[in-house]
């Protein structure tokens, strides 16, 4: 076991590798010169130069690469070029709301999702079984910022029970936090929650028609402690693979989400990033994305262990 | 089970009374984000304006746009109206607790003077600049030039803060990382966090003046303890967060937005008289076809105003005005002289004007930006006008990053050049002859777009030496003239943004830069 996660995690060296470059090329190509974002509107180009010069924006890519690779590898991202700061404070300041929101979602989701996809396969052409897939259809194709928006006039504006906008940092008190993050992570399980829930009845559909579930009936089990104990847990693997590539798309992802509640979180940091040529932010964060995609795959292939005792050997 | 879900979900009901700002705290939405503290090494207005939080200055405007001490005691000027003598105010400190001294303000004029374009202009008219004691400075003038006051006293980009002599040191190129001046608020670095909020708390060693505020000027009296300028991305969201209370101003509320207003007790949408905005479509005179003046004139033919002021304002006609002087309209230096040129669209003329040109079809580049959407309103408005004229044009999507860099580019269009590109320019940098880049003239060494003019820089020159209104009106109208034959740039018209305020505070200063002094909480 030790062995494999070991194989694992040197298995994603040369990807983080291949990465980097790409992504380094790729910020460099689009046009744009953060120098002359950072001079403002009437900086002569004499400004512009020396700005450029402090950013060792003037030397050659491949040696802009190397200066960013050697310090990248003893954990020093650079500073941002847009303000100033070091590009690790800046994406640490952001972990703790992005990944609040990314766990409130998913455990919302997670509840919503799997009952309701149980029971869907359960009743499998029913009109339940309608009802929640046209539900999962709807929370699947509306757009995130129109889930948003409507919730935010009814439950912010109108009732005013929740805030508009912001983030409530954990420091000042967990329940504030949750508060804060509640209408984003509801806009965002709709959404995952539509797509786990159709993961959730294909697989347990595809579990519901064994013979040891007809055994089970034989024997006379409850139909709940059937679907729970024995449906679902053979029926995990699936589910879990998507809730993890949900996570991960929840962390990088939900740019629109953050812009809306006002969530200081990674997403925003990135696109920002990009609109402002500022290249070390933008490498920094992809360098720290792959790295939490890779431990996200890791741990859900470790899950599997759980439900599935052919990997545990 | 069910008992723990519905546990939950009351203590989160019960939690979730938003937080109003009813505590000490005055909540802001500028337009853009704090993203350094120094306002000398950007332009940037969002900078501009929180640094007045952070920083005072020696002079400043008041309402009359007269300059007056702020930081200074007084000013002594000599006879021949070559030396300035300023002392400074007793028991001004920095946020560092160090005293302010003649020596902070000498290093700070001098890195200002690297830096802003007026005060380019002053430091090369000057002989010297220096501390004579701890609370003395002296400016001495190699020549008579009667904008040393104006331009110490300017209050929009780049202000001349004061900071400590070793901040001060620094290149202007390079941005001051310690926000230490000696303004009303001092900033809690701790608690910035780029891209969404920056925090500021009252001084408690900042000795206001005893006048009334007046604009810039007077005393800066703080009511709050805090003040957060918080960076809301979205627009609708601001606008929710400062209906229900969660914020207290934003510095621009889009005219679709205004009817959200209506009814509400909590806010209202104020119409920024002082903060107005022009925008003009600045013209690259080093590129074909706008290298030919005929062919300028024929694209100040080929446009109009109302178009893009519709385009972008939609039906709320209150929001904007239709002017073709060079210095604003409602100024001191408005003008009508030679406005036909840029408010009469003709396009049979501008075609007739075409062909007697020798226009052959050299196409023009509109690199039609589309994350601003006033720019990209403005952009698809412009191009159906000049092929209806007769320019053959051709349209590349992109943003505004691209443009901002694109444009300081002398290269030909194939080779990362340009022709046209909008931007917009505020009101307080506009009136000002010395201050608007498009009466400079300064070919090369100028503005994006190099329009090239003797004249206009012979008149600048005399513009800065005479303190006589009326000479200086004369010298301004002759600007204007020079100006719109030499197309610098096409005005598409003048805004009037307007901004949410909550209701429930008092004696906000109106001016061309906000300020958060004087402004109180009631009731």
């Known amino acids: 076991m030790i062995l494999y996660v070991v194989g694992r995690l040197l298995a994603a060296v040369p990807t983080l590798l291949i990465v980097a470059i790409f992504i380094f090329g790729l910020v460099h190509i689009a046009p744009g010169d953060p120098a002359i974002l950072i001079a403002g509107d009437n900086a002569n180009p004499e400004q512009v130069d020396k700005i450029r010069e402090r950013l060792h924006l ?256 | 089970m069910k008992s723990i879900h519905l546990a939950i979900a009351a203590g989160l009901l019960a939690a979730a009374t938003p937080a109003l700002a009813q505590d000490n705290v005055l909540r802001l939405r500028m337009n853009g984000d704090i993203n350094t503290v120094d306002p000398i ?170 006048e009334p505020a007046s604009m810039a000027a007077g005393g800066k009296q703080t009511h709050f303890d805090r003040v957060e300028i918080i960076n809301i991305p979205d627009t609708a969201t601001a606008v929710d967060a400062l209906l229900v209370g969660e914020i207290d101003w934003m510095e621009e509320v889009p005219g679709d937005m205004l009817p959200l207003f209506e009814g509400q007790d909590e806010a209202q949408a104020v119409p920024a008289l002082q903060s107005g905005n022009s925008m003009q479509l600045v013209v690259n005179h080093l590129n074909p076809p706008f290298d030919n003046p005929k062919i300028r004139h024929a694209l100040q033919l080929a446009l109009e105003q109302e178009p893009f002021m519709q385009a972008i304002n939609g039906d709320n006609t209150d929001l904007y005005k239709i002017c073709g002087a060079v210095f604003f309209c409602d100024t001191p230096f408005a003008s009508d002289v030679n406005t036909d040129r840029v408010l009469k669209r003709d396009a049979e003329a501008a075609k007739a004007l075409l062909d007697e040109a020798g226009y052959d079809g050299t196409p023009v580049t509109l690199l039609h930006v589309t994350d601003i959407a006033s720019h990209d309103a403005a952009y698809s408005v412009l191009k159906p006008m000049l092929e209806e004229a007769g320019f053959v044009v051709e349209e590349q999507i992109t943003d505004w990053a691209t443009v901002a860099t694109r444009r300081a580019s002398k290269e030909p269009v194939a080779n990362g050049g340009w022709n046209v590109f909008f931007t917009g320019w505020g009101y307080i940098d506009q009136i000002n002859p010395m201050t608007n880049v498009y009466v400079a003239g300064a070919c090369e060494n100028g503005w994006f777009g190099w329009a090239c003019s003797q004249e206009l820089q012979d008149l600048r020159e005399k513009f800065a030496v005479t303190a006589d209104p009326a000479e200086q009106k004369k010298l301004a109208t002759r600007m204007q003239e020079v100006t719109h034959d030499l197309v610098p740039y096409v005005p598409v018209g003048q805004i009037f943004p307007s901004q949410g305020l909550a209701s429930n505070l008092q004696g906000y200063i109106d001016s061309p830069v906000p300020f958060f002094w004087n402004v109180s909480r009631g009731e």
């Not at chain 2, 939080?53 to 007084?74: K, R, S, T």
């Open chain 2, 41 to 210: 090494s950007t332009t940037n207005y969002t900078i501009r304006n929180s640094s007045y939080l952070i920083y005072d200055v020696l002079f400043a405007l008041d309402e009359n746009f007269e300059v007056q001490p702020q930081m200074a005691e007084g000013v002594e000027i000599s006879d021949d109206g070559l030396t300035y003598t300023i002392t400074l105010r007793d028991g001004l400190k920095f946020h560092d607790g160090s005293d302010v001294t003649a020596e902070d303000a000498v290093a700070s004029l001098k890195r200002w003077g690297k830096a802003d374009g007026l005060g380019k202009i002053m430091f090369s008219k000057l002989a010297s600049i220096e501390a004579t004691d701890d609370k003395t400075l002296v400016i001495t003038m190699a020549e008579p030039w009667a904008q040393v006051l104006p331009a110490i006293g300017k209050i929009s980009s780049n202000i001349p803060v004061i900071m400590p002599k070793r901040l001060a040191e620094q290149d202007p190129s390079d941005p001051v990382k310690e926000p230490i001046g000696s303004g009303p608020y001092k900033m809690v670095v701790d608690e910035w966090v780029p891209g969404s909020i920056a925090v500021y708390e009252a001084f408690e060693d900042y000795k206001p003046r005893s």
């Open chain 1, 58 to 313: 003037d030397r050659s890519l491949p040696v802009q690469f190397g200066i960013w690779f050697g310090n990248a590898v003893t954990g020093d991202l650079g500073t941002s070029v847009y303000s100033g700061r070091p590009v690790t404070e800046l994406i640490a300041q952001r972990v703790e709301p992005t990944f609040l929101l990314a766990l409130y979602t998913i455990v919302l989701t997670v509840i919503i999702a799997v009952p309701l996809g149980t029971i869907a396969a359960w009743k499998a052409n029913g009109w339940l079984d309608r009802a929640i897939m046209g539900f999962s259809v709807a929370g699947f194709s509306v757009p995130v910022f129109a889930t948003s928006y409507l919730l935010i006039y009814v439950f912010a504006v109108e009732l005013r029970w929740f805030p508009v906008q912001g983030y409530k940092a954990l420091s000042k008190g967990p329940v504030e936090t949750l508060v804060s993050l509640t209408l984003p992570s509801i806009a965002l399980a709709l959404v995952f929650a539509a797509l786990i829930a159709r993961v959730t009845r294909a697989a347990v559909l595809d579990v519901i028609h064994e013979n040891f579930v007809r055994t089970l009936k034989a024997k006379g089990m409850g139909t709940r402690r059937i679907l729970v104990t024995h449906v679902l847990k053979t029926a995990g693997v699936p589910i879990v693979t998507v809730i993890g590539i949900g996570l991960a798309a929840l962390i990088g992802g939900v740019v629109v989400t953050e812009s809306v509640f006002n969530i200081p979180g990674i997403g925003r940091l990135t696109v920002d990033a990009i609109v402002r040529r500022d290249y070390p932010v933008v490498q920094g964060i992809i360098l720290f994305f792959s790295l939490t995609l890779i431990a996200v795959n890791l741990v859900v292939d470790l899950s599997y262990a759980l439900f599935d005792p052919r990997v545990r050997g």
